[in-house]
């Protein structure tokens, strides 16, 4: 299975601050990959898919980059609704054996 | 608007057996593949099964793979996941998704239902 590791696991940040996550795949999964969002108590939102594409109602603050092994997510200006943790997500495999990064839980400073 | 509302957890022994609820509202369920996400109390996202939009193809993650199958009713617009032989490590919230891409790339989650909690405990 492919296994995706995010770094750092926690990041403080204000308002206003840029951030940047990264994902690593085990191995080159092309631009197969996703990020979300998750808030205490509620399900995840989709950010980004293919790598780079924003959802479709999402703020243009998120961006997502990279292919092969190597991806990230940056926030170009916290906003305080930014606050949550956040996944990536493969999805090169088929049939589907999806698997999810451990999150990357960005906090206030 | 779209909706997804599962329904169906519970507290359960060890080894016996479940059965989730998903209702679809706000789209055409017809043409969308359908997943359930598991959430462990306090833990990351594990991705458990995808049905095709006609209910055609089934695949699953290898945790439940022979213990757990997910189906669909397309005349009641409602996905299942029928859980057997439970065990502890499958307590989880238990999110239905829709695949975002009609007909089903098998890809990304687009809308997420509230999620149902199943806990495995004698």
């Known amino acids: 299975d492919i296994q995706m590791t995010q770094s750092p696991s926690s990041v403080s940040a204000s308002v206003g601050d840029r951030v940047t996550i990264t994902c690593r795949a085990s191995?080159?999964?092309?631009?197969?990959l996703a990020w979300y969002q998750q808030k205490p108590g509620k399900a995840p939102n989709l950010l980004i898919y293919a790598a780079s594409s924003l959802q479709s109602g999402v703020p243009s603050r998120f961006s997502g980059s990279g292919s092969g092994t190597d991806f990230t997510l940056t926030i170009s200006s916290l906003q305080p609704e930014d606050f949550a943790t956040y996944y990536c997500q493969q999805a090169n495999s088929f049939p589907p054996k999806w698997t999810f990064g451990q999150g990357t839980k960005v906090e206030i400073k | 608007q779209v909706q997804l509302v599962e329904s169906g957890g519970g507290v359960v022994q060890p080894g016996r057996s479940l059965r989730l609820s998903c209702a679809a509202s706000?789209?055409?369920?017809?043409?969308?593949?359908v997943h359930w996400v598991r959430q462990a109390p306090g833990k990351g996202l594990e991705w458990v099964a995808v049905?095709?939009?006609?209910?055609?193809?089934?695949y699953y993650a290898d945790s439940v793979k022979g213990r757990f199958t997910i189906s669909r009713d397309n005349s009641k617009n409602t996905l299942y996941l029928q859980m057997n032989s439970l065990r502890a490590e499958d307590t989880a919230v238990y999110y239905c998704a829709r695949d975002r891409d009609v007909w089903g790339s098998y890809r990304w989650l687009d809308y997420w239902g509230q999620g149902t909690l199943v806990t495995v405990s004698s």
């Open positions: 191995q080159g999964i092309s631009s197969w």
């Open positions: 049905i095709s939009f006609d209910g055609s193809n089934e």
């Open positions: 706000g789209f055409t369920f017809t043409t969308y593949a």
